[in-house]
């Protein structure tokens, strides 16, 4: 099983930025793939980026191209979210979650996931 923890939410002014970070931990922790998804008041969950645990591809939903970034730190089994110019619309509750490194990307992203954070929230004001 993978425990995952999200840090770094906070409230942030339109064009600011934030920085989040997954923690993974547990067995094999370092063979998934790990996904950002958010879920505002009232919408569903979207996909957000995907960093793909075998082989380090990255992928990004159209609304954050340009300005999130994902990486990872290995040694402290940390994946990060850098996001930039960031907009009020960007406002809702982020999630990291964990998939098998044989899913896709893009398969993750609509969901295709194994084990979830609990969440932290961003609000960016205007």
């Known amino acids: 099983e993978v425990h995952l923890v999200e840090s770094g939410g906070g409230l942030v002014q339109a064009g600011g930025s934030l920085r989040l970070s997954c923690a993974a931990s547990g067995s094999n922790s370092d063979e998934y793939s790990i996904g950002w998804f958010r879920q505002a008041p009232g919408k569903e969950r979207e996909g957000v980026s995907c960093?793909?645990?075998?082989?380090?591809?990255?992928y990004y939903s159209d609304f954050v191209k340009g300005r999130f970034t994902i990486s990872s730190d290995s040694a402290k089994n940390t994946v990060t979210l850098q996001m930039n110019s960031l907009r009020p619309d960007d406002s809702a509750v982020y999630y990291c979650?964990?998939?098998?490194?044989?899913?896709?990307?893009?398969?993750?992203?609509?969901?295709?996931?194994?084990?979830w954070g609990q969440g932290t929230e961003v609000t960016v004001s205007s």
């Open positions: 960093l793909s645990g075998a082989d380090g591809t990255t």
């Open positions: 979650a964990a998939s098998e490194v044989w899913i896709l990307c893009g398969t993750i992203l609509n969901g295709a996931v194994a084990y």
